[in-house]
């Protein structure tokens, strides 16, 4: 045996009889590949923490006094001589970690009302919705009914033609829509059981991408729409566990006054097969669904129309 002269110290043990590691050396691609890859993700990450912290605006008030009003969550006002109903809808705020403000209010209550909503929701680095201040015609599968409106329940197809009116001024910035809103349910009573279909026709996008998987265009008064569908939505504030078919008709273009015709679009959704003709249609509804930022919504004459 050869005497220990120390030769064998570095790749064995030192004098102390610690064991010694060899220097790893990292080629130096690696790194730029880490900084290829990672870069624009923290470059990123760092922009949308810089844009979480700007000032919110505040929204400004309605351009006349209210004859009612309120900021209460989940508080609902009648309107169009209590046929339909403004409901302070913040559906998701225990999930979406938005602080929120928002309230809704009634300026001129008759057979075509004026009202409104205003909102204010601080800036996220991953914004989700929050809030879907509303009016609410007919019965909602959610709510505890509230009025009846004429031509609600109905199936879609019979026959007659339901047309929305209105005259919108919407003043916001931030991450939002506004969108229709309609619950098709498989049988009476509308309960969150009896879901089947929920239809969106958004006609203003800030921001916000549908739920789902586009599958084409459809043009509705002379606006091209695109469509999105999710066969199997949920409730993302977990508070019910079934699922239903999801369709988004989202505007290329902002459509701020009306007439709209509604059936064009449930007529499009029974062709493809995601409305079947037993279904009943309990409602119509119109409200802004919020992620962050701030606005003012007043919408006026709104008036529903439904032909046979």
Not at 55 to 66: E, G, I, V
Not at 75 to 91: D, K, M, S, T
Not at 97 to 105: A, V
Not at 182 to 199: K, Y
Request: charged share 25%; hydrophobic share 40%.
């Amino acid at each position: 045996m050869e005497p220990d002269d120390g030769r064998y110290a570095s790749r064995e043990t030192d004098h102390r009889g610690e064991r010694e590691l060899a220097p790893v050396r990292i080629p130096v691609w690696v790194f730029w590949l880490a900084a290829a890859l990672l870069g624009p993700t923290l470059v990123g990450l760092g922009g949308k923490w810089l844009y979480s912290l700007r000032p919110l605006p505040t929204p400004r008030p309605p351009d006349q006094t209210a004859v009612s009003r309120s900021s209460k969550a989940w508080e609902r006002i009648p309107v169009g001589h209590e046929r339909c109903y403004l409901a302070n809808n913040v559906w998701n705020t225990d999930t979406s970690d938005s602080r929120l403000e928002q309230e809704i209010f009634v300026l001129e209550d008759s057979n075509a009302p004026d009202f409104g909503w205003r909102w204010r929701s601080a800036w996220e680095m991953f914004p989700a919705i929050a809030a879907y201040p509303e009016v609410v015609c007919g019965v909602k599968p959610w709510d505890t009914p509230m009025g009846s409106m004429a031509g609600f329940p109905f199936h879609p197809g019979e026959g007659g033609r339901l047309t929305a009116d209105f005259h919108i001024q919407l003043e916001a910035e931030g991450t939002y829509n506004m969108a229709f809103s309609l619950w098709a349910v498989s049988d009476l009573p509308a309960t969150p059981e009896n879901i089947r279909t929920e239809i969106m026709i958004w006609n203003v996008n800030a921001g916000q991408r549908p739920s789902g998987v586009r599958r084409g265009d459809v043009t509705v008064g002379g606006v091209t729409y695109e469509v999105w569908v999710n066969e199997r939505q949920h409730d993302a504030a977990g508070r019910f566990k079934g699922t239903w078919t999801y369709v988004a008709f989202v505007a290329r273009k902002r459509v701020l006054d009306g007439p709209l015709e509604v059936s064009a679009f449930l007529d499009y959704a029974l062709r493809e097969k995601l409305l079947t003709p037993e279904m009943y249609v309990t409602d119509l509804e119109l409200g802004n669904e919020v992620a962050q930022g701030a606005g003012l919504a007043e919408v006026r004459g709104f008036r529903l129309k439904s032909e046979k």
